[in-house]
């Protein structure tokens, strides 16, 4: 099994930025794809951004690119979001998530294990 712990999410003001981390631990070797998704009050669960662990290529949705990043440690063996030019309908709880498996896959389902969350609230 795989454990996903998320850290970074907090109050900012719109503008602003925040950068989440999510450490894995357990049985990390099976791991081939990390990304996050988001889910605002009232909304489904919708993605963010992948990475390829090994290889490190990246995909981010078309509508956070150029304010949202997506990158790796290594040594310390934990992913992160840079967030940046936040707006309030940044707001909502973001998911961490892995699978085993290489190709970068934007679906919920297509993602094995899942951390709890961490909430990120943008105001105006």
């Known amino acids: 099994q795989v454990q996903l712990a998320e850290s970074g999410g907090g109050l900012v003001q719109a503008g602003g930025s925040l950068r989440l981390s999510c450490a894995a631990s357990?049985?990390?070797?099976?791991?081939?794809?990390m990304g996050w998704f988001r889910q605002a009050p009232g909304k489904e669960r919708e993605f963010v951004a992948a990475?390829?662990?090994?290889?490190?290529?990246?995909f981010t949705t078309d509508s956070l690119k150029g304010r949202f990043t997506i990158s790796r440690d290594n040594s310390k063996n934990t992913m992160s979001l840079q967030m940046n030019s936040l707006k309030p309908e940044d707001t909502g709880v973001y998911y961490c998530?892995?699978?085993?498996?290489?190709?970068?896959?934007?679906?919920?389902?297509?993602?094995?294990?899942w951390g709890q969350g961490t909430q990120v609230t943008v105001s105006s």
């Open positions: 990475l390829n662990w090994n290889s490190g290529s990246s």
């Open positions: 357990g049985r990390t070797f099976s791991v081939d794809t």
């Open positions: 998530a892995a699978r085993v498996g290489f190709r970068i896959v934007t679906r919920e389902r297509n993602y094995d294990y």
